[in-house]
T-cell receptor, first 118, second 113 residues
Framework: AQKVTQAQTEISVVEKEDVTLDCVYE???????LFWYKQPPSGELVFLIR??????QNEISGRYSWNFQKSTSSFNFTITASQVVDSAVYFC???????????????FGQGTILTVHP | NAGVMQNPRHLVRRRGQEARLRCSPM?????VYWYRQLPEEGLKFMVY????????ESGMPKERFSAEFPKEGPSILRIQQVVRGDSAAYFC???????????FGQGTRLTVV
């Protein structure tokens, strides 16, 4: 069975601080994909990133960066110089590979509520 | 992800009524996934459909819930005889095929009173 754990339920920071959101996953698949989504107060789900299990390169996109470490089954997300608009719930998710038939079926973590104070 | 359209955005139903949630996938997408987000929880997979086929319904409650994705028209998630515990946000995602990209709609917030 697949499992995604986001141990941090809530994080509160002051604007311009850096913040890292942790994500640990469990899977028996050798091929899988990891995602991060943002859910702002308005409620929609905003896709942030997808990584596949064969690509352990870290990625940076503006103030966002992701650290994928297969050895520790972690896919952590760092926001540099946080801003009030970053306040949201952040979800880490894992898609399974059942012979190529269920790529889109995601297992989500419980989410981390990030509050950035001015 | 704005291309996945869900309606209505908000739905209020009395206990015992039926709720119908609609999802129009992005243009060119033939795969639809439904997820449920209970209050203060993460999203849980419900069902995965292709046109006219249910591929995986392992997350669907055994009773009162059904889903379809007809050849023409949107995908429908139907909840019969709603109860207060059905109050949640229901999200639809679509993808073009055997592809891990999944784009979400804005969700339908169902409130059962």
């Amino acid at each position: 069975a697949q499992k995604v754990t986001q141990a941090q339920t809530e994080i509160s920071v002051v604007e311009k601080e850096d913040v890292t959101l942790d994500c640990v996953y469990e899977t028996r698949d050798t091929t899988y994909y990891l995602f991060w989504y943002k859910q702002p107060p308005s409620g929609e789900l905003v896709f942030l990133i997808r990584r596949n299990s064969f690509d352990e390169q870290n990625e940076i996109s503006g103030r966002y960066s992701w650290n994928f470490q297969k050895s520790t089954s972690s896919f952590n997300f760092t926001i540099t110089a946080s801003q009030v608009v970053d306040s949201a719930v952040y979800f880490c998710a894992l898609s399974q590979d059942a012979g190529g038939t269920s790529y889109g079926k995601l297992t989500f973590g419980q989410g981390t509520i990030l509050t950035v104070h001015p | 992800n704005a291309g996945v359209m869900q309606n209505p955005r908000h739905l209020v139903r009395r206990r015992g009524q039926e709720a119908r949630l609609r999802c129009s996938p992005m243009k060119g997408h033939s795969h639809v996934y439904w997820y449920r987000q209970l209050p203060e929880e993460g999203l849980k997979f419900m069902v995965y459909l292709q046109k006219e086929n249910i591929i995986d319904e392992s997350g669907m409650p055994k009773e009162r819930f059904s889903a379809e994705f007809p050849k023409e028209g949107p995908s429908i998630l139907r909840i019969q005889q709603v109860v207060r515990g059905d109050s949640a946000a229901y999200f639809c995602a679509s993808s073009p095929g055997w592809n891990p990209e999944a784009f979400f709609g804005q969700g339908t917030r169902l409130t059962v009173v």
